[in-house]
């Protein structure tokens, strides 16, 4: 009985000491992520709406140990009412907008 107590214990604390990254950077990803792009000044949608081109979340996930966001803008000309997105992933100490090929690693 107390080697299944401390097989529990152990497997518990590993999967604390694995995702603690995760779950520390999951509350602030938004900001960060946000904060990231507009730094970087990338921008989501190929043709913005020019009334509004504020970046928004749109979703947010894990994916393995990476919080992964999606971030929207939206976009302008003749089709209006819709976004384009982008994502963001933060995991392993740092954050990166991947390009478009990468992205469905993610997904």
């Known amino acids: 009985m107390k080697t299944i107590v401390l097989g529990v214990?152990?497997?518990?604390?590993f999967g604390v000491y694995y995702y603690s990254d995760t779950v520390f950077n999951y509350g602030r990803a938004d900001e960060e992520c946000i904060k990231f792009a507009e730094k970087?000044?990338?921008?989501?949608?190929?043709?913005?709406?020019p009334s509004d081109t504020k970046v928004f979340v749109a979703k947010k996930w894990i994916?393995?140990?990476?919080?992964?966001?999606?971030?929207?803008?939206?976009?302008?000309?003749e089709k209006k009412g819709y976004y384009q997105s982008r994502l963001c992933v933060i995991g392993g100490g740092q954050i990166q907008i991947p390009s478009m090929f990468e992205q469905w690693q993610y997904r």
């Open 63 to 77: 994916k393995g140990s990476n919080v992964v966001v999606e971030l929207g803008q939206k976009a302008g000309g």
């Open 9 to 13: 214990l152990l497997a518990l604390g």
């Open 40 to 49: 970087a000044d990338i921008k989501i949608a190929l043709i913005p709406d």
